[in-house]
């Protein structure tokens, strides 16, 4: 009882997140099912006025009234029906639009640490996954519901329009055996055998459902080998170079064979099992018609039924017998739907922000103090879902308006820690402060307005290049040539002949530009610049540029950094020395804090081990 309360309770929850999304989009699904559910019976009912009328010679007006209330009733059924169907699918195509939007917006205001869970993670891929074979499972929700709803109303209608034939009795007693149709014990035992065929049709049908949810369960994995390949993969003409140089060309094959095979078997799988249940089916809906039909028949015979109820009554009770097995099938069918129910709803219930602070980010006014001074207090850290602590007993004050540089080997938590300054994690121990206060008690959009970062691995948008330095649809030219000019990328730009409105990449456009790796990176210096921030970021800010323009990035540095607190990240220590403080990373640890000048003195040191290391490499190659 509880877990069916429980499975009740998420298709509940469902209905009123979809409400949510798209308001009176029920109402209007459960109306049209009211509508399509009562049709056929005023036809039943008029049908057996009409032969009644015709068979006991009623006044041709009367017939003729029949008539012309039951096609009048038709015409007025369907226009309603054609207005609600245009309804329902304009609430539809609505409800499908808010809703891959407001995952979108879920994905995109999580906080970061949340989406980088292995949880969030896995529930995310099944929601996908389950959409992209399916259709997506909320919205099965708007498919079955309303067949459902449609099916309750059959069952209604013709247990009211039926429930007469069990009490209709004859005027006079029939002769011998025949007599017993008209007793109770008759009337019950048939009623005894209908719902026990019912019965057994029931636990078939949820035996049929959950085997079919299995098979569609295995076709997840098949499914995704074979849209990487046949899709992501092929489709991506960055592979093309890998897939001749390193003939990929059979190894995918022979894994789009493979996989290919394994769908076939599902495939026939599951077309065994539909076969198998929906000969059942039909064999059990047919023996139950086959009882009414006598039933009803052997009534009609000893004269308790008119012709016109015998339509009535057969008709009626078709449509119990559908009605019931519609019901059967769609009220299991969302139960089993349910857990992909649960996962949607468990994914956009997920809190928006660990950030609940309320503090507005201010400069200090005190003068002696400096306008935005952050630090890490004892700050360690571990990734969700890893044992492994990434920073250890971090401590370091971000000297306002000065240069920090932070060098160390790959793997050291450089680029860690700077996730950490920006809040996209929070620090396991310890704590980071702005102007004396946790980082989390400010307003977590105002603390981020503070940062331009350029990571490693920044993304473009298929944007025109002016909508993707200014991040926004509205944008000033000016500035924006400004920013292209310290970021570099001056040159190329007046190369361009629609400038700040070419389109990068040509997914959108197909005059769009092709932009290369150090292209792009100059790109997102512009961007980082153009958000004028007051703390700049820049992890390995050029390493995909050639050694020319790596050399126009720092000579100009200070220049382009105009003042602003920055750091910068970086294994080439050469770039680095520029910085007015280095800072040394080591598995985790700041292990030194200095300047190049003083940090290159300390022999025996990680500073002096890695610029000596470097510097050797270079020595070489000369
Ligand atoms: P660096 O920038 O110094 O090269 P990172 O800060 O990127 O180093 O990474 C430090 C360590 O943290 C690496 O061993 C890396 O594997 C691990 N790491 C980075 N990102 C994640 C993540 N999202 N989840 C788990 N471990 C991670």
């Keep these: 009882m509880k877990s069916w309360i429980k499975k009740i309770n998420i298709i509940y929850r469902g209905i009123l997140f979809i409400e949510k999304i798209e308001h009176g989009i029920m109402m209007t699904h459960i109306f049209n099912s009211v509508i399509?559910?009562?049709?056929?019976?005023?036809?039943?009912?008029?049908?057996?006025?009409?032969?009644?009328?015709?068979?006991?010679?009623?006044?041709?007006?009367?017939?003729?009234?029949?008539?012309?209330?039951?096609?009048g009733l038709n015409a007025i059924i369907r226009v309603v029906s054609s207005l609600m169907e245009t309804l329902i699918k304009k609430k539809d195509m609505q409800f499908n639009l808010r809703y891959d939007m407001a995952v979108a917006n879920k994905m995109m205001s999580m906080h970061y640490e949340t989406l980088d869970t292995a949880e969030t993670h896995n529930l995310r891929m099944r929601i996908s996954?389950?959409?992209?074979?399916?259709?997506?499972?909320?919205?099965?929700?708007?498919?079955?519901?309303?067949?459902?709803?449609q099916a309750v109303f059959t069952v209604i209608f013709s247990t009211a329009l039926t429930i007469n034939l069990f009490f209709n009795m004859p005027?006079?007693?029939?002769?011998?055996?025949?007599?017993?149709?008209?007793?109770?014990?008759?009337?019950?035992?048939?009623?005894?055998?209908?719902?026990l065929t019912i019965l057994v049709n029931m636990n078939l049908t949820a035996k049929s459902t959950k085997k079919m949810m299995n098979q569609y369960?295995?076709?997840?994995?098949?499914?995704?080998?074979?849209?990487?390949?046949?899709?992501?993969?092929?489709?991506?003409?960055?592979?093309?170079?890998?897939?001749?140089?390193?003939?990929?060309?059979?190894?995918?094959?022979?894994?789009?064979?493979?996989?290919?095979?394994?769908?076939?078997?599902?495939?026939?799988?599951?077309?065994?099992i539909e076969y198998k249940y929906a000969n059942i089916n039909s064999f059990i809906s047919t023996f139950i018609n086959i009882l009414v039909y006598i039933f009803v028949g052997l009534k009609a015979w000893v004269g308790a039924l008119s012709v016109g109820n015998i339509v009535k009554y057969v008709g009626s009770f078709n449509e119990f017998i559908s009605g019931f097995t519609r019901l059967m099938n769609s009220s299991s069918a969302l139960l089993s739907n349910n857990q992909y129910i649960e996962q949607t709803l468990e994914f956009m219930s997920i809190d928006d922000a660990i950030?609940?602070?309320?503090?507005?980010?201010?400069?200090?006014t005190n003068e002696n103090a400096e306008k935005y001074e952050i630090k890490f207090e004892n700050v360690s850290f571990k990734y969700p879902d890893s044992d492994r602590y990434i920073l250890k007993n971090i401590n370091i004050t971000l000297e306002y308006g000065h240069s920090l540089a932070i060098v160390g080997e790959n793997g050291s938590g450089k680029t860690t820690f700077v996730k950490l300054l920006c809040g996209l994690y929070k620090p396991t121990e310890g704590k980071i402060t702005l102007?004396?206060?946790?980082?989390?008690?400010?307003?977590?959009?105002?603390?981020?307005k503070l940062f331009s970062v350029v990571f490693q691995d920044f993304k473009l948008l298929s944007f025109q290049l002016g909508n993707n330095i200014a991040v926004g649809e509205q944008y000033d030219s000016s500035k924006i040539r400004e920013a292209i000019g310290k970021a570099g990328f001056e040159k190329?730009?007046?190369?361009?002949?629609?400038?700040?409105?070419?389109?990068?990449?040509n997914d959108f456009d197909l005059n769009g530009v092709e932009i290369s790796g150090g292209e792009a990176q100059k790109i997102a210096i512009a961007r980082a610049l153009y958000k004028d921030a007051e703390i700049i970021v820049l992890d390995e800010p050029t390493a995909s540029l050639d050694?020319?323009?790596?050399?126009?990035?720092?000579?100009?540095?200070?220049?382009?950094?105009?003042?602003?607190?920055?750091?910068?990240?970086?294994?080439?220590?050469?770039?680095?020395?520029?910085?007015?403080?280095?800072?040394?990373?080591?598995?985790?640890?700041?292990?030194?804090?200095?300047?190049?000048e003083n940090l290159v003195k300390n022999t025996g040191e990680k500073y002096y081990e890695l610029w000596n290391a470097q510097a050797q490499y270079y020595k070489n190659i000369a």
Excluded at 175 to 191: K, S
């Design 435 to 448: 102007n004396g206060k946790d980082i989390y008690d400010y307003k977590y959009d105002e603390y981020l």
């Design 129 to 149: 996954e389950a959409s992209n074979i399916f259709g997506s499972r909320i919205q099965k929700i708007l498919m079955l519901f309303p067949g459902m709803a």
């Design 36 to 71: 399509q559910a009562v049709t056929p019976f005023i036809n039943l009912f008029m049908l057996s006025y009409i032969i009644d009328a015709i068979t006991n010679k009623k006044p041709l007006y009367i017939l003729l009234l029949y008539v012309f209330v039951m096609v």
């Design 355 to 364: 950030f609940k602070g309320i503090l507005p980010v201010t400069p200090n």
């Design 492 to 505: 190329r730009f007046e190369s361009l002949e629609d400038g700040a409105d070419t389109y990068l990449y």
């Design 217 to 272: 369960d295995l076709y997840i994995p098949v499914n995704k080998v074979g849209d990487f390949y046949s899709t992501q993969y092929l489709d991506s003409y960055h592979a093309g170079k890998d897939i001749r140089l390193y003939n990929q060309k059979n190894i995918i094959i022979d894994e789009l064979e493979q996989n290919n095979r394994n769908c076939f078997k599902i495939d026939n799988e599951t077309a065994k």
């Design 171 to 195: 005027e006079k007693n029939m002769p011998g055996i025949w007599n017993i149709i008209n007793t109770p014990v008759f009337t019950i035992a048939l009623l005894i055998l209908i719902v």
């Design 547 to 596: 050694p020319i323009a790596e050399n126009e990035i720092y000579s100009n540095f200070n220049e382009i950094m105009h003042g602003k607190t920055t750091i910068c990240i970086s294994h080439r220590l050469s770039s680095c020395k520029f910085c007015e403080k280095i800072c040394v990373f080591d598995n985790g640890e700041i292990v030194q804090y200095d300047s190049h």
